[in-house]
């Protein structure tokens, strides 16, 4: 009889449980110290509340951090780092490890000195204080931010060993701010109002237009993440936020809206923020982030170490143009697809979470994920994005990642397709 997929699925959850106890009970010949032992932490007085005000992760955790690649960028003022995705798990990102982009440095900034203006085409220019934003209606929304040049280094084939490298210009957060649009309707908008260009109070004084649709939609003044206060490295004390939309809009330490009937054409959508193609034309104004998909765990940062068996793979995915239903994997690099299961909410343009636990048998793995989104949109293999936009680009790459695991369960970044 060919076993059903559930029955599949459940045949080998019941079988992994067993093997895992059976490692505990077969393998233990000697008394275990772990538990015939007083530990230090049975014998001694802990620290009393309040010995942190500001609580922090265990000590234990002391891996889990952002960390940058020093050769890609001259200087850190001007720099990245990347989220440490392959330690995360759930769909939002810790405030202390969303990854940083900036121009010109972290704005450090006085709220009470802090302003924001709105002026160009509306009928009454404004200035609010952070007083009085606050007394504006907020919601709630959970959103994944990608840089545009997440995975950029890896177009020509597979170089960063690791999905912090690869894949780490990316966090999820719930934002509390402001819908954009009551700003705008306070300042009252001319009829010739077509972009807005957001301003960002740092030394690199960060400018990008946007239309005016997308102001009028889904964009926020946020002022909170996580339920706590931006983070400085996030924009304190407020951002843009830009739904779906590639990261570089996200104008952080927000000073100034100005309201046109054309876009700008600034730095940060010429020169940077495109794409050359082949014929030597440059694809512009490529907003909306891809749907794209990795697998975080195993791989290179994050080997199996507990040998053939029953074995968990967990990654992440996301779409700038809604949800995502499905994600298939493969461990056959593409001969079979299995589907994954998601846990944990769907949400409109966040991450979400995907499972995939499987019997290890201990060979090689060329292991693969494919994201579906909403609109029906399949992931393309890096092989088909290189035939539409060739060999040029940086930004927008979100091809298939494939992870070579060898016998060992150690991870590699590797390109077959
Ligand atoms: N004011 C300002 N806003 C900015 C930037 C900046 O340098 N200055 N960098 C942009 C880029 S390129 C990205 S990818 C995101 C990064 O946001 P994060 O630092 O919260 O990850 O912020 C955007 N907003
Ligand atoms: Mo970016």
Redo the contacts with the bound molecule.
Sequence with gaps: MKPSRRSFLTGAAAAGVGSVAATVAKGQTAPDPAITELQDWQVYLGDGVDAAPYGMPSKHESHVVRRTVEWLTADNVSSINFTPLHELDGIITPNGV???????GAAEIDPAEHRLMINGLVDKELVFTMEDLMRFPRENHVYF?E?AANTGMEWAGAQLNGCQFTHG?I?NVMYTGIPLKLLLAEAGLKTNAKWILPE?A?A?A?TRSIPIEKALDDCLVAFKMNGEALRT???YPVRLVVPGWE??M????LRRIEVGDEPWHHREETSKYTDLLEDGTARRFTWEMDAKSVITNPSPQAPLTHGPGYTVLTGVAWSGRGTIPRVDVTLDGGKNWHQARMSGPSLNKSMHRFYFEFEWDGKPLLLQSRAHDSTGYVQPTKNQLREWRGENSIYHNNGIQTWYVNEKGEAENVEIS
């Design positions: 969303c990854f940083e982009r900036h121009h010109g931010l840089c210009m966090h960002g740092d690199s960060m490295e996030q924009g990261g570089n996200w104008v952080k330490w």
